[in-house]
Structure formats: C-alpha cells, structure tokens
C-alpha cells in the first residue's frame, strides 16, 4: 500500500482554528441575501448556503 504522503489525496490539518473557520465559511451580507431571495423556506436557504460553501471556496 503506498505511503499517504505520495499519493494523490489531500492532507488536512488536523485542528482548524474558529477563526479560519469564520473566515473562510461565514457568508457575508450579499450572500447572504442572494440566497434569501432564491429559496422560499429556512431549509432551502441553508442548502444554498451549504452548496455555495462547498463549491464556491
């Protein structure tokens, strides 16, 4: 089995700080209303919120 420092999948800290994680995933205000003005219900604004962050950073 090869070694995890030569193989092609990332390596992550293992503790990431509050503050990088404020930072990097809190929406600000424009994001934040764009999303509320493309979902109807608290649900489906977190979704977008959650998709945007995943793909978009």
């Known amino acids: 089995?090869?070694?995890i420092g030569r193989?092609?999948?990332p390596q992550?800290?293992?503790l990431t700080?509050?503050?990088v994680l404020h930072v990097f995933?809190?929406?600000t205000i424009e994001e934040m209303a764009w999303a509320q003005e493309r979902?109807?219900?608290p649900g489906s604004y977190f979704g977008?919120?959650?998709q945007?962050?995943?793909r978009w950073r």
């Open 7 to 9: 193989t092609a999948y």
């Open 48 to 50: 977008v919120e959650e």
């Open 25 to 27: 995933f809190t929406p």
């Open 1 to 3: 089995m090869a070694w």
């Open 39 to 41: 979902t109807g219900s």
């Open 17 to 19: 700080s509050a503050r």
């Open 52 to 54: 945007r962050n995943s």
């Open 12 to 14: 992550f800290k293992r």
